[in-house]
């Protein structure tokens, strides 16, 4: 990448979507990991890996029982989303010797959450997108770690699978030098010209957190990293990472205009019999945000089953 690229893409974007939270934040490398406070005593625990230009409050409206312990990451030079609390650095953390912004150190940071703070033994693993590469990735990293976990994985990055056609059309002409210049048309544009196209029909809760998709990272060449990363992610990894996958759900919306449905598809029934696939009848990427009715209960969580 060039210099010039480089010196237009570091430059800070500021923080633009933040909610109230209770609990606690610790800063792993350079994401973040954090546990809201739960009024009942724990029964479940709910990791929550949010997608491409998210932010962990996709899941905070979808657990909010008082006996779901929630642990919700921030990928790494994404912004915390979360007002007036300073996070701290845990005993806990190891150096992360992967590239940020990437699903592999994004995985390190989850498998670094996963193996400390839960502290029922009943745990699901919910990734939306790109967050369901890192809970992959993170499988692939520590298998034996995952071996009594369910996974959730909504509309997700898998192996062998693409971007929407239309996604691949608009990135295609864009250089990186482009990315600043673009972002800020985004920005300026009103989101009814593009957000039926690619966010489905709007709701409330959708509007409020996809209208600042863009502020989501702390700099552009973030967003940059994560796109090449992703692509790269998928025609790589080969489908056989679900053999270490016991426990779990692809939710697949019926209509997806930012990953290709049927790629993600053909690529979900590649996985052992182990994992359910449920075809949703969600009209977007965004299967949580429509309707939190896609949810799995936590009858499906590998304890509750046993039991």
């Given at each position: ?49 949010h997608g491409f230009l998210e932010n ?207 790629s993600m598809l053909a690529s979900a ?39």
């Amino acid at each position: 990448m060039k210099a010039s690229h480089v010196r237009k893409l570091i430059k800070p974007i500021e923080s633009a979507y933040s909610e109230m939270f209770s609990g606690q934040v610790y800063r792993v490398g350079k994401g973040a990991v954090s546990v809201r406070n739960h009024s009942g005593k724990a029964e479940q625990t709910v990791v929550g890996v949010h997608g491409f230009l998210e932010n962990h409050c996709y899941f905070t409206q979808a657990y909010e029982a008082p006996t779901t312990e929630l642990i919700l990451l921030t990928c790494s030079n994404y912004h915390i989303p979360v007002n007036g609390i300073t996070p701290e650095a845990p005993d806990w953390e190891v150096p992360i010797r992967h590239l940020e912004g990437t699903i592999e150190y994004d995985a390190c940071i989850l498998n670094q959450a996963l193996s400390n703070l839960p502290t029922t033994g009943n745990i699901r693993v919910h990734g939306h997108s790109r967050g369901g590469a890192v809970i992959l990735e993170a499988i692939k990293q520590w298998p034996e770690l995952f071996e009594d976990m369910e996974v959730v994985l909504e509309a997700p990055v898998l192996p062998q699978g693409k971007l929407h056609a239309l996604v691949t059309t608009l990135l295609e002409p864009v250089s990186h030098g482009m990315w600043p210049w673009l972002i800020r048309l985004i920005n300026n544009a009103p989101s009814s010209t593009y957000g039926q196209t690619f966010f489905g029909k709007m709701n409330p809760r959708k509007k409020q957190l996809l209208s600042k998709l863009f502020s989501a990272t702390k700099d552009h060449l973030t967003i940059v990293r994560n796109i090449e990363n992703i692509m790269d992610w998928m025609a790589r990894t080969d489908t056989s990472i679900y053999n270490h996958v016991r426990h779990g759900t692809f939710l697949i919306p019926a209509v997806d205009r930012i990953l290709d449905r049927s790629s993600m598809l053909a690529s979900a029934r590649q996985s052992p019999t182990t994992m359910r696939i449920v075809e949703t009848e969600a009209p977007s990427h965004f299967i949580t945000l429509d309707s939190k009715e896609w949810v799995p209960g936590f009858e499906t969580l590998p304890a509750a089953a046993q039991g």
